[in-house]
């Protein structure tokens, strides 16, 4: 990877595909980012029955993500269903396995963002959004929204919020991200681009 490049880790739980397809967006947003990369994962899902094994490889979609995904990007975009106002038991099961990234300050300083899906007009998703960005926070990384300087954050009857991209399912056709959800998880991505370019170039040079 070349050291002008920021690689933006896009890590979702989508269960009926509504966030992996804001998941999409926000990486072409990123990718229209000259010196951006993105790179997708998904995270897979948890049972009560914790002994059970999980499959090494998805049947489909995006790979697993790994600690080593995290180390290694340098900026993190996190994406999850609402859950009565909360994340996604996976994603929330994925990141409480960060505690030795966290213990090394491996994402401090590094920005971070959220975007979420939910069924219905008020059905928790900027408590959603919010909840996301605590392990973030935690993790000492810079938390990066949305500004109403984004046309479509004033003009949406749908999805869309300062805290981070969303979609709302009943808003819209099924299957279908609105017109202004769309250009708003692309414009998260092109934010997180230009911020995690920025941040980069400011970073210290590792000692060697």
């Not at 080593?68 to 994340?87: E, K, Q, V, W, Y």
């Not at 300087?149 to 979609?167: A, F, I, V």
């Amino acid at each position: 990877m070349s050291a002008t490049t920021a690689q933006i880790l896009v890590v979702y739980y989508s269960r009926t595909g509504s966030v992996a397809r804001l998941a999409r967006q926000v990486c072409r947003g990123i990718e229209s980012v000259s010196g951006a990369a993105a790179t997708l994962r998904s995270v897979p899902p948890v049972t009560a029955e914790s002994e059970r094994p999980q499959r090494a490889v998805p049947e489909d979609g995006a790979p697993w993500a790994t600690l080593d995904d995290l180390a290694a990007c340098d900026g993190l975009i996190i994406g999850s269903p609402t859950r009565f106002g909360n994340m996604a038991a996976p994603l929330k099961h994925f990141l409480d396995q960060t505690g030795s990234l966290w213990a090394q300050g491996t994402l401090a300083d590094k920005p971070a963002a959220a975007f979420t899906s939910t069924q219905s007009m008020h059905g928790g998703q900027e408590s959603t959004l919010l909840s996301m960005m605590l392990p973030l926070l935690h993790h000492g990384m810079v938390y990066v929204g949305l500004p109403y300087t984004e046309g479509e954050l004033n003009t949406t009857q749908s999805g869309g919020t300062p805290y981070g991209s969303s979609h709302v399912v009943s808003a819209v056709p099924e299957g279908e991200l609105s017109a202004e959800e769309a250009a708003l998880a692309r414009a998260l991505g092109r934010r997180m681009a230009r911020i995690g370019l920025a941040l980069k170039a400011a970073r210290p040079a590792p000692r060697g």
